[in-house]
């Protein structure tokens, strides 16, 4: 296993591991080989870009990790305490009910979707799912949002930027609170699978 980093201002407080984040074992670690796309920490030489987890290792059996952060020296792996990061936001209340656990087919999933909204939110910064690839430098853009081709006219998740506190942040969690209750009633919590990767100008 690889020793990661913890993230600042929302470090890892493993007392409360078990009660806030039921989806966290060691052996959830997996290779990231395949996963990690290296071209945002290429294109983005001036960004500090984030590999986060909430696991608290990362496996290094391949070593393919350990070659990333050689090859990028603004690549980070790191560790994030999720309930600190819900905490005082809209969606504090569906994560700590933990619904998003067992009420959801695809739990990482949910989780995923909406600790990205939090996270920017909270920080601000650029968000992207690590099966895309970057072509250039996107340190330029500011409080933006993606879509898919197929379905012009309607936001996708997968990769956004938006300021700390952003009025468009504090909507979409509201938004994703009430879906989440609709989604529940309809037992029909059956999302895509994505990755978080967060970009964050120094």
Not at 104 to 132: E, H, I, N, Q
């Amino acid at each position: 296993m690889l020793p990661i980093d913890t993230f600042p201002e929302f470090a890892r407080h493993s007392a409360k591991t078990e009660i806030n984040n039921p989806l966290d074992k060691p052996e959830r670690a997996k290779p990231l080989a395949g996963k990690l796309q290296p071209s945002w920490a290429r294109q983005n030489p001036s960004s500090s870009v984030w590999y986060l987890m909430t696991s608290s290792h990362v496996d290094n059996s391949d070593a393919f990790p350990s070659r990333l952060l050689r090859a990028n020296g603004n690549l980070r792996f790191a560790s994030v305490d999720a309930g600190e990061i819900f905490r005082g936001t809209a969606l504090q209340e569906l994560f700590e009910s933990a619904d998003w656990f067992f009420h959801s087919d695809f739990p990482a999933v949910v989780l995923s979707d909406l600790l990205r909204v939090a996270l920017v939110w909270r920080l601000g910064g650029f968000y992207c799912d690590t099966d895309t690839v970057c072509l250039k430098d996107t340190g330029h853009l500011r409080n933006v949002a993606s879509y898919a081709q197929q379905d012009i006219g309607k936001i996708s998740n997968f990769c956004f930027h938006f300021r700390a506190h952003h009025r468009f942040l504090d909507t979409l969690m509201e938004v994703q609170k009430e879906n989440f209750q609709f989604l529940k009633k309809k037992n029909k919590l059956t999302l895509m699978p994505s990755m978080p990767l967060f970009l964050h100008n120094s």
